[in-house]
Each structure stands twice: as C-alpha cells, then as structure tokens.
C-alpha cells in the first residue's frame, strides 16, 4: 500500500487543501497553515522531498509584512480576491471576526514545531526559516493556549542548547497544571476538547530530552486520567465535539476525531520510551486499533485504500476526508511502526 497516496491526492502544487468532500479534495475551502505545518512532520520522516519542498514552500510564502504568518490560502478566484493581500488571508472565507482566530496561536505552534524539526540542507531556505522561527519565537512569549504551547514545546526541545522560550513555555504547563488540577480531574484546564494528549505528550518529551522530574509527575498523572476518562469498557473513546466534557459534567461521545486518537498513540509511545512500562504500550496499541474499528461503533475509520474518514459519528462514520485527519492518522502510523505494534 502506498501509505502516503491519500496526502498526494490532497496536495496541490501550492499545498495541501484542508478539506475534502467524500473521498476528493474540496478546492473551494482552501488551505491552512496547520495543515501544511503537520503535513511536513510526516513527509519528512517519510522522507518525500517532493511534497517536503511543497509544504515549506506554502508556509515561507505565507510570511506576512510584520514577520508573521498568514493562516489560509485560496486559489485563484475573483470572488476571494476583495482586498489588497492578495490570497492570502488572515481569516478564512465568511470569518467576519475582526479578531484573529484562536487558532491562529496553535497553528503558529505547529509550524515552529515542524519547522525546528525538519532538516532543510536549502542555505537560501534555512535564511527564511530561521526569520520565521526567530518572529514565532519572539510572539510565543505571549501564548496562552495549552496546545500552542505543547506544540512549540515539541520544537523547540530539538534544540540542542535550550532556548529561553523553552522553559517559559514549560513553566506555563506546569502552573495551569496546578492551578486547574484538583480530586479525580488531574488535568490542565476545566474542560477535555480536542487534541488532549498533544499536553501530555510535550512534557513525557521534556523528560526524555532535559530529565525535568516535575514534568515527568505531570506527565504520568496526565496520561492516566486521560487514559481514564476517554474509554467505555476498556475501548479507547475520544473526548466529542458535540458538547466536549467539562469538569462535573457528562462526556459527550460523539463526533469523536482522528486527531484525538493520533496524539494520543504519540502521547503514549513517549510515555512507554520514558518509564519501558508496556501499560503504556498496550494502550497505545489500543489507540492505533481505534482507527481499524476497536472504537465504540465497532467501525473502520480507514478504506481500502488506507485513507482516513473525518470522525466517528452516532450513524458510523463521516464519510469526508480532509487534511488533519488523514496527516493525523499517519503520525499514529509511523508512531506505532516505531513501537513495534505493525511491522
């Protein structure tokens, strides 16, 4: 099978679109940063040049004037070109925000993240990396978003010699840990949404790189109460977007998510590096399984041709298949070759 044939339908010469309709790309949505950024983790550990180049290509040409980035992109379309920058754009087609997306902090997260993590060799490139690294960093001082700033995380403990923002951003986890944590909710905020273990899975990662203990307490006691609360009966069961789960409430099932599941097999396979307990194996391998129907409906998120659906609804599946949730499912893939769970 050729693992990365669904990412290759997605992407244009311009990126990867964020959205499809059924089993085709949907044009008309354009793209997003997000997806270009966590796209070009997966090439590059599959080592396809061609679409690394694409997706680095997308994310140095979104540089706006003030050193930042631009969010989406869309194609070539009167109806989208109504202001002077061009296509693109700060919020996506229809946002009358005036505002910036929340979002837009975790995408600049996922982009610093892969960004300090792929291997360019390109010297006239690596000059234009290293000013958009230098401006995310420079913004990210301001983050408050858990995620934004588990993602940057994972960027920047590639670094050999540790960057300032680096412990900031550690410390930051650290307090909203203890500050939300109390009882049985041992987590990082009042509520579980979406792309929780992504949390977790930054500080197991401290750990392994800069042997911070308090990290390694926060980490374990973070992943168990995920384990806890996201099964029914032993089946993994991501938190779902139809009303999410807030603390002293009741967790919602239903649309449960590919990210979801996919950080979570990543959350585990550094949680199993960290303590070699096979727990942690074990319920990784529940994770990954989630996807070819170890779930609560009993339903393969994946087709024949190994392409991921959006999410698992009440009726089955979500039968569209856009950019997050087939990148997601491939980083669950490469994590559970690295683990030994498929060959």
Request: aromatic share 12%; proline share 3%; hydrophobic share 40%.
């Given at each position: 099978?050729?693992?990365?044939?669904?990412?290759?339908?997605?992407?244009?010469?311009?990126?990867?679109?964020?959205?499809?309709?059924?089993?085709?790309?949907?044009?008309?949505?354009?793209?997003?940063?997000?997806?270009?950024?966590?796209?070009?983790?997966?090439?590059?550990?599959?080592?396809?040049?061609?679409?690394?180049?694409?997706?680095?290509?997308?994310?140095?040409?979104?540089?706006?004037e003030d050193g930042l980035l631009y969010h989406y992109y869309y194609d070539s379309n009167d109806?989208?070109?109504?202001?002077?920058?061009?296509?693109?754009?700060?919020?996506?087609?229809?946002?009358?925000?005036?505002?910036?997306?929340?979002?837009?902090?975790?995408?600049?997260?996922?982009?610093?993240?892969?960004?300090?993590?792929?291997?360019?060799?390109?010297?006239?490139?690596?000059?234009?990396?290293?000013?958009?690294?230098?401006?995310?960093?420079?913004?990210?001082?301001?983050?408050?978003?858990?995620?934004?700033?588990?993602?940057?995380?994972?960027?920047?403990?590639?670094?050999?010699?540790?960057?300032?923002?680096?412990?900031?951003?550690?410390?930051?986890?650290?307090?909203?840990?203890?500050?939300?944590?109390?009882?049985?909710?041992?987590?990082?905020?009042?509520?579980?949404?979406?792309?929780?273990?992504?949390?977790?899975?930054?500080?197991?990662?401290?750990?392994?790189?800069?042997?911070?203990?308090?990290?390694?307490?926060?980490?374990?006691?973070?992943?168990?109460?995920?384990?806890?609360?996201?099964?029914?009966?032993?089946?993994?069961?991501?938190?779902?977007?139809?009303?999410?789960?807030?603390?002293?409430?009741?967790?919602?099932?239903?649309?449960?998510?590919?990210?979801?599941?996919?950080?979570?097999?990543?959350?585990?396979?550094?949680?199993?590096?960290?303590?070699?307990?096979?727990?942690?194996?074990?319920?990784?391998?529940?994770?990954y399984r989630w996807f070819f129907g170890y779930n609560i409906k009993g339903i393969s998120l994946?087709?024949?041709?190994?392409?991921?659906?959006?999410?698992?609804?009440?009726?089955?599946?979500?039968?569209?298949?856009?950019?997050?949730?087939?990148?997601?499912?491939?980083?669950?893939?490469?994590?559970?070759?690295?683990?030994?769970?498929?060959?």
């Open positions: 099978m050729e693992l990365l044939k669904k990412i290759r339908l997605m992407t244009s010469n311009v990126g990867i679109y964020q959205h499809g309709r059924f089993n085709k790309p949907a044009p008309e949505f354009g793209y997003a940063i997000e997806d270009q950024a966590r796209a070009l983790l997966v090439v590059n550990e599959f080592k396809d040049k061609k679409l690394k180049s694409i997706y680095l290509n997308f994310i140095l040409r979104a540089k706006r109806k989208y070109r109504n202001d002077d920058k061009g296509l693109f754009r700060d919020k996506e087609i229809g946002n009358k925000e005036i505002n910036p997306d929340p979002g837009h902090e975790e995408a600049y997260g996922l982009v610093l993240w892969a960004l300090l993590t792929i291997k360019n060799g390109q010297s006239t490139q690596d000059n234009y990396v290293r000013k958009i690294v230098k401006n995310l960093i420079e913004n990210a001082y301001k983050w408050t978003s858990s995620r934004a700033i588990s993602v940057a995380l994972l960027g920047l403990l590639n670094l050999n010699i540790p960057d300032n923002l680096e412990s900031k951003l550690k410390l930051k986890l650290h307090n909203l840990y203890f500050k939300n944590s109390e009882g049985n909710w041992k987590w990082f905020e009042s509520c579980l949404v979406y792309a929780n273990a992504v949390i977790p899975w930054a500080l197991w990662e401290i750990y392994l790189k800069r042997k911070c203990k308090t990290s390694l307490k926060i980490a374990k006691e973070t992943t168990a109460f995920l384990i806890k609360e996201c099964q029914e009966n032993n089946v993994p069961s991501p938190v779902g977007n139809r009303g999410w789960y807030f603390k002293g409430g009741v967790k919602a099932l239903y649309d449960q998510q590919p990210i979801d599941s996919a950080y979570m097999v990543c959350c585990l396979e550094k949680a199993y590096y960290a303590t070699k307990n096979n727990f942690y194996k074990s319920w990784a391998e529940k994770w994946i087709d024949k041709n190994f392409a991921c659906y959006d999410g698992l609804t009440p009726e089955g599946v979500n039968l569209n298949q856009g950019a997050e949730s087939n990148i997601c499912f491939l980083m669950a893939y490469l994590a559970a070759k690295r683990l030994g769970i498929i060959e």
